[in-house]
């Protein structure tokens, strides 16, 4: 069964660092999103992404963060200079259209220091 | 604003017994309303899906029903199992595509 991937498991990073998260979505999906989940808390959502561009963010989304689509399977979460707050669990999710079940990857625990 | 939100931060049956996990939501706009399971240190698993359409939804064991009159969402797990304990999330989507979640039920499932 098709699913939703993520990398790194884990990501160890200093205070101010960029991180780059990576997924690769299910192949015949057209909309992607970024979710993130702070220790205890519930999920919330970032951003979604269709057709090479942000459709709708959160306020969490500041310009701190990008998301692109480098090429037809990867799609990525760039957090340019971390914060402590910034620690959390990120979710990739896909979905065949917008308006359809979303499938979410096993997600990135970032912990910044 | 919008919210979602659970009743019961943990519910803990007996192996075999049925479960309910109850969902309100405050927005009337949503139209779509799912249920996920999320076990610890993984991502949400989709269990099953109701659009504002439909009251009720069964799937394999499960079985989801949407009253829109009081904007409240159940889901119930027929003869509850260990592999269920985890975390079950309700979540609305509406108008956008993003998903508004619950803070989560945690289910412990007792041998």
């Known amino acids: 069964e098709p699913e939703v991937t993520q990398t790194p498991s884990h990501q160890v990073t200093q205070m101010g660092q960029e991180v780059i998260l990576r997924c690769v979505p299910i192949?015949?999906?057209?909309?992607f999103y970024w979710y993130r989940q702070i220790l205890g808390q519930k999920v919330e959502f970032l951003v979604s992404?269709?057709?090479?561009?942000?459709?709708?963010k959160s306020e969490i989304f500041d310009d701190q963060f990008s998301v692109e689509r480098p090429d037809g399977s990867n799609f990525t979460l760039k957090i340019r200079s971390t914060k402590l707050e910034d620690s959390a669990m990120y979710f990739c999710?896909?979905?065949?259209?917008?308006?359809?079940?979303?499938?979410f990857g096993p997600g990135t625990r970032l912990l910044v220091l | 604003g919008e919210s979602v939100g659970l009743h019961l931060p943990t519910l803990s049956v007996q192996e075999g017994d049925n479960s309910i996990i109850n969902c309100a939501y405050s927005?009337?706009?949503?139209?779509?309303f799912i249920w996920y399971k999320q076990e610890s240190g993984k991502g949400p698993q989709f269990i099953i899906d109701i659009r504002s359409n439909m009251d009720k939804r069964q799937g394999q064991r499960v079985t989801v029903l949407l009253n829109k009159t009081v904007k409240h969402l159940s889901l119930q797990i027929a003869a509850t199992q260990p592999g269920d304990s985890a975390v079950y999330f309700c979540a609305e989507g509406g108008a956008t595509n993003k998903l508004i979640f619950g803070t989560g039920t945690l289910l412990a499932v007792q041998p």
């Open positions: 927005n009337s706009a949503s139209d779509y």
């Open positions: 192949s015949n999906h057209l909309y």
């Open positions: 992404f269709y057709n090479n561009e942000i459709s709708e």
């Open positions: 999710a896909s979905s065949e259209t917008g308006f359809e079940t979303q499938y």
